[in-house]
């Protein structure tokens, strides 16, 4: 009995995590002041570091997806640290927003 209730809080838990966007997840681990103290050429810097990596991840995710177990490989090595980068992604620009700061150059 009480394996059966572990097992359906645990599927429980999984079905609920689902339900938090990408978005909302990168700002809950990514620090909103981590980059107050940036200067827009640092932004700009950080910015390109961190949009590499995305394109980087996605493309992992991508390829893992046509194999076999592609959808547990991206839960549990890419995903997070997707997330993680993304979360970063978002803070940065929008301290470089409030900086008034120009786009990064290509």
Do not use: W
């Not at 640092?42 to 995305?54: C, G, N, P, S």
């Not at 893992?64 to 090595?77: L, Q």
């Not at 978002?90 to 409030?98: I, P, T």
């Amino acid at each position: 009995m009480i394996l059966r209730l572990q097992s359906l809080a645990i599927v429980a838990a999984l079905a609920l995590a689902g339900c938090a966007s990408e978005d909302t997840v990168g700002r809950m681990l990514a620090n909103s002041s981590k980059y107050t103290f940036y200067t827009c050429d640092d932004l700009a810097d950080a910015i390109k570091t961190k949009e590499a990596r995305e394109r980087e991840l996605q493309g992992l995710m991508d390829k893992s997806k046509t194999g076999p177990a592609g959808g547990v490989v991206n839960a549990i090595a890419y995903q997070p640290d997707y997330d993680e980068n993304h979360g970063e992604l978002v803070q940065m620009r929008r301290v470089a927003a409030e900086k008034n700061c120009p786009p990064p150059k290509p």
